[in-house]
């Protein structure tokens, strides 16, 4: 049986916006998980996540393993999946010497290179609709002037510039793209995290943090992290979603992710968001994945071997959409502010691409014209409906 996709999108349209209205929202889980995700998610499909910190200047970790996980591993708070503390250490001491720390990075990321419109442009180029910049990795490193982050911060030290704000000022010059960030709960050395009262963390700077930025940053999408150490209770998630779907500045179309607690993630909150996955999920979901295979932050070590193809990328995102999901593809800039010229290939290939078959397809229907998708989307039969709008544009 067929059924018609404008009789469908008339059917989502009014249960959603019904579901829309049911609000206000308790600050519990039952109450927050029964709020819609907005619709401009489910449309947009593809997003930018952008992995640019402290982090980016050493850019260095064995093949296989999260180079902007470096401070973790080069003090042994965390063991790397690949090469081991010891090799962080060897290199470290190597290229920077045994009494250099970490905060010293911080005089180095000057970002000079760094333009915003040329960034937003090969995003643009590659077809997508929302960008994630991380505004706060695990490090604590923030991108925009946080109160809570003294000298700790893009503007205080290093770039010397509120590159948050260049960014998504940016991307809303863009019709139809939309401001998101990404922003980490806890931070891995933090005092008043790893004191006796964790909790005056949350109280003193995690939560003013989130509420400067939603106030301030607007986003249309919120991609937290960094929440698996302890509950959602302890980060007071519920009472700030609640805050956040009800009363916030962005109430309307904000759209937020599973990561708020221990236990949350793939269970409560908003998009799931498995990460270098190929699961997928009758609920709303996001593969959150690199360009580079086996790192978000830009590695130096990575061989070109080991940066996904344009075509392997293009399926990976057929495979998304074919499912419900979207993707959030990662690229890592450099310090110095300029995105690596392999990357900026694969995108710029990635949108071409999408062109080209939005094009050939516009003039056949779907079920007759499957070779013009690659050959791990051709078996999505029941799927050709979420493909065929996505080529629609």
């Given at each position: ?310 075509d392997g990328l293009l399926q990976l995102l057929l495979h998304c959409v074919a499912y419900g999901g979207n993707l959030l593809l990662d690229v890592g800039p450099a310090a110095d502010g300029t995105l690596p010229p392999i990357m900026q290939d694969r995108l710029l290939g990635m949108g071409a691409a999408q062109g080209q078959r939005r094009s050939r397809l516009q003039h056949h229907p779907l079920d007759d014209q499957r070779s013009v998708l690659p050959r791990r989307c051709r078996r999505f039969r029941c799927s050709n409906a979420r493909l065929q709008r996505y080529w629609a544009g």
């Amino acid at each position: 049986m067929r059924i018609s996709l404008a009789f469908t999108a008339a059917v989502v349209v009014c249960f959603g916006s019904q579901a829309q209205a049911d609000g206000p929202y308790k600050p519990t889980w039952d109450s927050l998980d029964k709020r819609p995700t907005p619709e401009w998610f489910d449309d947009a499909k593809f997003g930018i996540f952008i992995h640019w910190g402290v982090y980016s200047v050493p850019s260095w970790a064995p093949v296989g393993t999260y180079a902007e996980w470096y401070w973790a591993y080069l003090t042994g708070f965390a063991s790397p999946p690949t090469g081991s503390v010891e090799a962080f250490q060897a290199f470290h001491n190597k290229t920077y010497g045994p009494d250099f720390k970490y905060a010293d990075f911080a005089r180095m990321f000057h970002a000079e290179l760094f333009d915003p419109k040329q960034w937003v442009d090969v995003f643009e180029a590659s077809g997508a609709k929302y960008i994630v910049p991380t505004s706060k990795h695990h490090e604590g490193f923030t991108l925009w002037k946080s109160a809570q982050s003294w000298n700790w911060n893009a503007v205080e030290i290093g770039p010397h510039r509120d590159l948050l704000k260049e960014l998504l000022d940016e991307v809303d010059t863009r019709p139809g793209m939309r401001r998101a960030f990404y922003y980490s709960l806890y931070e891995w050395f933090h005092p008043l995290y790893r004191s006796e009262h964790p909790h005056d963390y949350v109280d003193q700077v995690m939560l003013p943090q989130m509420y400067d930025l939603i106030n301030n940053y607007r986003p249309h999408y919120l991609v937290t992290d960094g929440e698996w150490e302890k509950p959602s209770s302890f980060w007071n998630s519920t009472e700030f979603v609640a805050w956040l779907f009800n009363e916030s500045p962005v109430k309307d179309d904000i759209v937020i992710n599973d990561r708020w607690g221990s236990d949350t993630r793939m269970k409560h909150g908003g998009v799931y968001t498995p990460e270098y996955s190929t699961k997928t999920f009758e609920h709303k979901w996001e593969e959150m994945s690199g360009i580079d295979v086996h790192s978000f932050g830009l590695n130096r070590q990575t061989p070109a071997s080991a940066y996904t193809s344009v075509d392997g990328l293009l399926q990976l995102l057929l495979h998304c959409v074919a499912y419900g999901g979207n993707l959030l593809l990662d690229v890592g800039p450099a310090a110095d502010g300029t995105l690596p010229p392999i990357m900026q290939d694969r995108l710029l290939g990635m949108g071409a691409a999408q062109g080209q078959r939005r094009s050939r397809l516009q003039h056949h229907p779907l079920d007759d014209q499957r070779s013009v998708l690659p050959r791990r989307c051709r078996r999505f039969r029941c799927s050709n409906a979420r493909l065929q709008r996505y080529w629609a544009g």
